[in-house]
């Protein structure tokens, strides 16, 4: 088992920027990539970006540019750090650990950008 804990979400007004954390506990051993996802009401979860065991990286195109992924192994923590933010960046964020056939979820935090 993986246990996911996010942190960092709030409100911020448009153009600012955010950090979210992810603390991961348990099996983490295995797990292959890690990753954050979002969901806006009334919209399917997407996949903000992620990052591999090894290091790589991948975006979605909405965010690349603004947001940079990132993790501190000695402190199993993983990070998403948002620039430029939009309305349309509002949604619950999600962490995500993924093993060879299992994935595991955080419980959200929740990102509002307004004015």
């Known amino acids: 088992q993986v246990q996911l804990v996010e942190s960092g979400g709030g409100l911020v007004q448009p153009g600012g920027s955010l950090r979210l954390s992810c603390v991961a506990s348990?099996?983490?051993?295995?797990?292959?990539?890690l990753g954050w996802y979002r969901q806006a009401p009334g919209k399917q979860r997407e996949l903000v970006a992620a990052?591999?065991?090894?290091?790589?990286?991948n975006y979605a195109d909405s965010v690349k540019g603004r947001f940079t992924i990132s993790r501190d192994n000695a402190k199993n923590t993983l990070y998403l750090q948002m620039n430029s933010l939009k309305p349309e960046d509002t949604a619950v964020y999600y962490c995500?650990?993924?093993?060879?056939?299992?994935?595991?979820w955080g419980q959200g935090t929740q990102v509002t950008v307004s004015s």
């Open positions: 995500n650990a993924r093993k060879v056939s299992v994935e595991y």
């Open positions: 990052i591999t065991r090894g290091g790589l990286t």
């Open positions: 348990g099996s983490i051993f295995s797990i292959l990539a």
